[in-house]
């Protein structure tokens, strides 16, 4: 069975279940062989090394699955946060999530979900009272 871990989504910290398997296992790799042997034995009657072949391909077919499922189930479906697009590009990532966010507001199948806890946003205070200190330095520059 696939194995999927609970984890929190790094921006609107919901809980989740992700899986954790990103490439082929050996389990993988056996029921690929076992596929191929089946394959053997229902064409040619015997095994015969050209139903490795056939191990070759169920072994590139459950790369791409087990690939797209990883792929499609790290990206959070409350906020739409896609960890690897993030490392790749913080702004393209950012865009998404606000796309994702305007699309839910519009949506009625997301009426009846629970809201999302989003962090919040700074605010700019104009009289520096209640900052860190050194932020009025900073938004002097």
């Given at each position: 069975?696939?194995?999927?871990?609970?984890?929190y989504?790094?921006?609107?910290?919901?809980?989740?279940?992700?899986?954790?398997e990103?490439?082929?296992?050996?389990?993988?790799?056996?029921?690929s062989?076992?596929l191929?042997l089946a394959?053997?034995?229902?064409?040619?009657?015997?095994?015969?090394?050209?139903?490795?072949?056939?191990?070759?391909?169920?072994?590139?077919?459950?790369?791409?699955?087990?690939?797209?499922?990883?792929?499609?189930h790290?990206?959070?479906?409350?906020?739409?946060?896609?960890?690897?697009?993030?490392?790749k590009?913080?702004?393209r990532?950012?865009?998404?999530?606000?796309?994702f966010i305007?699309?839910?507001?519009?949506?009625?199948?997301?009426?009846?979900?629970?809201?999302?806890?989003?962090?919040?946003?700074?605010?700019?205070?104009?009289d520096?009272?209640?900052?860190?200190?050194?932020a009025?330095?900073?938004q002097r520059?």
């Amino acid at each position: 069975m696939a194995r999927r871990t609970e984890c929190y989504c790094a921006f609107c910290k919901t809980p989740r279940k992700v899986y954790t398997e990103k490439t082929l296992r050996l389990r993988h790799v056996f029921w690929s062989f076992l596929l191929s042997l089946a394959f053997s034995f229902v064409i040619w009657r015997e095994y015969n090394p050209k139903s490795l072949m056939f191990a070759v391909v169920a072994m590139m077919t459950a790369e791409i699955f087990v690939r797209i499922r990883w792929r499609m189930h790290i990206t959070c479906r409350n906020c739409g946060f896609d960890p690897v697009l993030y490392v790749k590009d913080p702004n393209r990532a950012a865009s998404l999530v606000r796309e994702f966010i305007d699309r839910r507001n519009r949506d009625p199948e997301f009426l009846l979900r629970a809201p999302l806890n989003l962090p919040p946003r700074p605010t700019p205070q104009s009289d520096g009272k209640g900052t860190r200190p050194g932020a009025r330095v900073s938004q002097r520059i």
